[in-house]
């Protein structure tokens, strides 16, 4: 596996403590904070290590920022096994306290009625630069403060559809879209769906908050934004696989009280595998120093 993938792999493959207890590490992937898809991909994965079923569904809540220099502990509670559904609730914790909850359902897949909207109409990913590329086109617009940590390689692959500089935000109809995938293919011996999705999980989170901050023309660099996931969910249709093209296709439809609502769509294959909804602190400094 390329490097990037297996880091990510070992990232998402938890220590077994003892029954329903267990240790996820830590990253430093987006700063001082540790990434929500982080412990998004952690937690799912706790919960999928008590059960044999894929999970369909999870509402999860970020309470704390958490510290990328400290491993994390997952606790998992099995609140029901039934016939069609599991139940597991997660607490993450780190420096003695609750930094994320979750709920999240587990069931088997079923033969039944299937509907979907169309899929958008967009580039395939081979026409498209990938975000490396792009980003060799902003170093002009770097701080040599922030040079490296911009520059680094993601642990995933993502190809913007519609990309824009950061550096230059300009207010646009809050619409976003990636393909994204891993770098390389999952190895078959950990192929495995619970792996597939806390992969999908974990890069659920790129780009999704700040959608909202697009008709306002901002972005997630803007100094005077201070911007933070409030809450996470989840839904998976289908099963996934998080080794091939993934398109991600996301909107926000308000903002107001320093908070933005944003959904995503996740498509593959021509089917709605996934969808997504968060809620992010979108907060302007100067207006809160002033209040």
Known sequence: MNALTQELVELLSLERLEDHLYRGQSRNLVGKRVFGGQVLGQ???????????????LHAYFLYGGDVNAPIIYEVDPLRDGRSFSSR???????GRTIFSAMISFAYLEEGLNYQPEE???????DLKSENELKEGLVNFLPENVRAS???????????????????????????????????PI?????DQSLHQAIVAFYSDFSLMTTSLKPHGLSYISPSLQCASIDHAIYFHRPVRADEWMLYDMEAT????SRGLNFGR??????????TTQEGLIRLREIANNQ
């Open 89 to 95: 609730q997660v607490r993450a914790i780190q420096h």
């Open 266 to 275: 996740m498509w593959q294959n021509g089917q709605l595998v996934c969808s």
């Open 150 to 184: 911009f520059m680094r390689d993601r642990h995933v692959e993502i190809r913007p559809i519609d990309p824009v500089n950061p550096f230059q935000p300009q207010p646009q109809a809050p619409i976003n879209a990636h393909y994204i995938r891993t770098h390389d």
């Open 120 to 126: 958008p109409n967009y580039p395939a990913p081979e």
């Open 187 to 191: 190895p078959q011996e950990l192929d």
């Open 43 to 57: 937690a799912l994965r706790a919960a999928s290590y008590t059960t044999d079923r894929p999970a369909h569904s």
């Open 254 to 257: 308000v903002t107001a009280n």
